[in-house]
């Protein structure tokens, strides 16, 4: 059983950066390939960025591609979203899932789901 919880969403203007966390409990997370979604009000979750399990293999959302980063520290059971640049449009409930592969979460098959954590970009 893996337990994710997302830290770091605030409030902040358009241009500026946040870092986005979620940690895992147990040793088990540093397996799992970890993927950000989020979910504005009235729309669908979206796939925002994904990391396998060693880090070294990333994928991101087009919006995201250049403004945002994914690195994990495995070391801390952690995984973050680094994102810059942020838009309005980048106003989400921001959740990051855990699944056993790249397919797996582009294929929505997540096992663990955090509670998620809102970001706001005013304009």
């Known amino acids: 059983q893996v337990q994710l919880v997302e830290s770091g969403g605030r409030l902040v203007q358009a241009g500026e950066s946040l870092r986005l966390s979620c940690t895992g409990s147990?040793?088990?997370?540093?397996?799992?390939?970890v993927g950000w979604f989020r979910q504005a009000p009235g729309k669908e979750r979206e796939f925002v960025a994904f990391?396998?399990?060693?880090?070294?293999?990333?994928e991101y959302e087009t919006s995201a591609q250049g403004r945002f980063v994914i690195f994990r520290d495995n070391a801390k059971n952690t995984v973050y979203l680094q994102m810059n640049s942020l838009e309005p449009e980048d106003t989400a409930v921001y959740y990051c899932?855990?699944?056993?592969?790249?397919?797996?979460?582009?294929?929505?098959?997540?096992?663990?789901w955090g509670q998620g954590t809102q970001v706001t970009v005013s304009s």
């Open positions: 990391i396998n399990w060693s880090g070294h293999s990333t």
């Open positions: 147990g040793s088990a997370f540093s397996s799992y390939a």
């Open positions: 899932g855990a699944g056993s592969s790249y397919a797996a979460i582009m294929g929505r098959r997540i096992e663990y």
